[in-house]
């Protein structure tokens, strides 16, 4: 059974860096790729980025300049750096596993196994 | 940018049927997955690939895609399905996972 346990910081002030981490146990770590999606209060799911297990990343280009996101093998994790937060960031931030795979249809990915979620506030 | 379109709100009647929709520019070349998601959980995946339901996911569940939308439909609407539904894709053109804006479902 595939469980992912991610934790971090949950309060920040404007302008730190937010830093999650996620945990994988169970399954296999290489052949997925490993996302962080985040949800604003009351609003919908924006997907930040994802990285494989040999580092390859593809962020979304709207938070491209401000995120890292790297990966530990090792340990089966994979975080998330957000540098310069401002109020805008407050959002859950959940950890997924991204199945990719390639059909007539060309490239996809779904997410059938999501971390609990963290919620991250900034504020002064 | 590729962008999905979602209704804020879709009602049904208890036992009936549900419809919730999810357009794009030619998103029958795509594969579409759905998500569940109910207050203070994270999502669940109900739908992968335009039509097919993860182990636990009930029948009443179902998938189509065609042209310019896909429709997520729930039959037999029951109370627990009430709940915000999110389709999604993946763009190969800007390599990234793109979420429509979410749907939020009233069983009546």
């Known amino acids: 059974q595939v469980q992912l346990q991610q934790w971090g910081a949950g309060l920040l002030k404007p302008s730190e860096t937010l830093s999650l981490t996620c945990a994988v146990y169970?399954?296999?770590?290489?052949?997925?790729?490993w996302s962080w999606i985040r949800q604003p209060p009351g609003k919908g799911l924006e997907w930040i980025g994802e990285?494989?297990?040999?580092?390859?990343?593809n962020y979304n280009p709207s938070l491209k300049s401000r995120v890292t996101i790297s990966v530990d093998t090792s340990k089966n994790q994979f975080s998330l750096k957000l540098s310069s937060v401002t109020a805008a960031d407050t959002a859950v931030y959940y950890c997924?596993?991204?199945?990719?795979?390639?059909?007539?249809?060309?490239?996809?990915?779904?997410?059938?196994?999501w971390g609990q979620g963290t919620l991250v506030t900034v504020s002064s | 940018s590729y962008e999905l379109t979602q209704p804020l709100s879709v009602s049904v009647a208890l036992g009936q049927t549900a419809r919730i929709t999810c357009g794009g520019n030619?998103?029958?070349?795509?594969?579409v997955h759905w998500y569940q998601q109910k207050p203070g959980q994270a999502p669940v995946l109900v739908i992968y690939?335009?039509?097919n339901r993860p182990s636990g996911i009930p029948e009443r569940f179902s998938g189509s895609n065609s042209g310019n939308t896909a429709t997520l439909t729930i039959s037999r609407a029951q109370a627990g399905d009430e709940a915000d539904y999110y389709c999604?894709?993946?763009?190969?053109?800007?390599?990234?996972?793109?979420f429509g804006g979410g749907t939020k479902l009233t069983v009546l």
């Open positions: 030619n998103i029958g070349s795509k594969n």
């Open positions: 999604q894709v993946w763009d190969s053109s800007t390599a990234r996972v793109v």
């Open positions: 169970g399954g296999s770590f290489s052949g997925y790729y």
């Open positions: 990285i494989n297990h040999s580092g390859s990343t």
């Open positions: 997924a596993r991204g199945h990719r795979y390639y059909d007539s249809s060309g490239y996809s990915e779904y997410f059938q196994h």
């Open positions: 690939r335009d039509s």
